[in-house]
Nanobody, 112 residues
């Protein structure tokens, strides 16, 4: 059974950067398309970024040009590099794998 564990969140000022990491265990990592989602207080969980098994990426419009998703197959990790952070990026960020598999989530807070 696949397990996902996020790390790297925290508090940062607007304009700053954070890199989230998702450690994947328990399955054959290279067959998955992996994604990042986020949920702000009072809002529904929303898609942020995705990377396919062939390395194709896509992003929600609000983060294009600021966020980059990547993965290290040898380390079984997926990353989300977040630059030029805005207060509107404040949310709990979740790593996702196909089949409804979610990490526990990690808080990202951007202060103005």
């Amino acid at each position: 059974q696949v397990q996902l564990v996020e790390s790297g969140g925290g508090l940062v000022q607007a304009g700053g950067s954070l890199r989230l990491s998702c450690a994947v265990s328990g399955s054959i990592f290279s067959f998955y398309a992996m994604g990042w989602y986020r949920q702000a207080p009072g809002n529904q969980r929303e898609f942020v970024a995705r990377i396919t098994h062939s390395g194709i990426t896509n992003y929600v419009d609000s983060v294009k040009g600021r966020f980059t998703i990547s993965r290290d197959i040898a380390k079984n990790r997926v990353y989300l590099q977040m630059n030029s952070l805005e207060p509107e990026d404040t949310a709990v960020y979740y790593c996702n794998a196909p089949g409804g598999i979610w990490g526990q989530g990690i808080q990202v807070t951007v202060s103005s």
